[in-house]
């Protein structure tokens, strides 16, 4: 997996699971997945990711084409326990929930990146909490998929169907609550600033019956591994968007003064950025394109300002450089970003 800041993603293992879902429901997977811009043959590449965005999309869309807005809560629902590979072996064979919850905050970037969780403890109920940002698009259907499949996955290793899960989510009331009582139980608080999964703080040190500790032990270390080796790979991205998204504002970003920046040789740094699956050349033109998308969409900057700002010598080279990346001109992004973003 690649880590570029410019890029979240989440994994694709579960697609093949909306694959099925989606049949069985009449929609069209291939049209569907093409018209947010995933490639379709993804689904069966269990190490895939795809942007946040077109994920946060394409649920979405889906929901709105069926007319069903309890659409990401149900496929939440359907999702097997053990979609998220690694990540999943390791909660489900977690000796209690305090550990699962713990596990699940840990591990949680072996599947996403570009949105974060906390596990907070507390004296009658402990949550976790998830931190989506609202910056790439609508996500309820993504939300209401994840509070599902939480209350699936909690219920299943507690081995109680019963089990009290609590949800406070920032979506709006459904029209409708009754998928969403079904589902996730009479304890749902809507229209409130978070998106978080709670418990009873008493039940944290409960034993799980089907617990394997052999079993954890060997999972949880390879986990471990594989979440260190990543975010090595992510802080590394990190600090070289950071030198590149600086560079820019003085003139050019390069390769030897970013490895000067971090106390590294070109040839190291490269060297790291190749393990990366990327290299600087690409970072620069992903910040550039990303900062590009932001100053357009989100300021009222002229435009020669931003070209300055992401060091382009005259605004000709940077209107080449939009077309490249949008297809369109720099006045007409920023008339669509108004467009959306308007009363």
């Known amino acids: 997996m690649t880590f570029d800041p410019t890029q979240p993603v989440v994994t694709a293992a579960g697609l093949l699971a909306l694959k099925e879902f989606m049949h ?100 009658s109920l402990s949550h976790i909490v998830y931190d989506i940002p609202h910056l790439h698009g609508p996500r309820v259907q993504f939300i209401d998929m994840i509070c599902a499949a939480s209350a699936m996955r909690l219920r299943h290793v507690a081995q109680s169907p019963d089990l009290e899960v609590h949800f406070d989510v920032e979506r709006p009331a459904p029209k409708d609550p009754s998928e969403f009582r079904r589902i996730l139980g009479r304890n749902v608080r809507y229209g409130l600033f978070s ?35 990543l975010e090595k790979t992510q802080n ?40 990366a699956n990327t290299t600087f050349r690409d970072l620069v033109e992903d910040t550039r394109k990303s900062l590009a998308r932001h100053f357009l969409y989100d300021t009222s900057l002229p435009l020669t300002e931003i070209a300055f700002m992401l060091g382009f010598s005259e605004l000709s080279a940077f209107s080449r450089a939009a077309r490249g990346w949008f297809g369109v001109s720099p006045r007409e992004l920023r008339k669509v970003g108004s467009e959306k973003t308007g009363p």
């Open 24 to 123: 069985a429901r009449g929609l069209d997977w291939r049209r569907a997945v093409e018209a947010v811009g995933i490639d379709p043959d993804i689904a069966v590449d269990i190490e895939a990711m795809v942007p946040l965005q077109a994920a946060f999309q394409l649920l979405e869309n889906l929901a709105r084409e069926s007319n069903n807005e309890a659409f990401g809560l149900q496929f939440g629902e359907s999702l097997p326990a053990n979609v998220t590979g690694a990540l999943a072996y390791v909660t489900l064979n977690a000796p209690d929930l305090r550990t699962f919850c713990k596990d699940t905050v840990r591990f949680l970037g072996l599947v996403a990146y570009g949105y974060t969780a906390r596990f907070e403890e507390g004296d």
């Open 195 to 229: 998106n978080r999964v709670g418990i009873d703080t008493k039940l944290l040190s409960k034993p799980l019956p089907a617990a394997d500790p052999h079993l954890y032990r060997i999972v949880r270390q390879h986990a471990e591994e594989r979440i260190e080796k």
């Open 236 to 275: 590394l991205v990190y600090c070289v968007t950071d030198y590149i998204t600086d560079a820019l504002k003085h003139g050019d970003a390069t390769l030897p003064e970013a490895a000067n920046s971090l106390g590294m040789s070109s040839r190291a740094l490269q060297r790291e950025l190749d393990k």
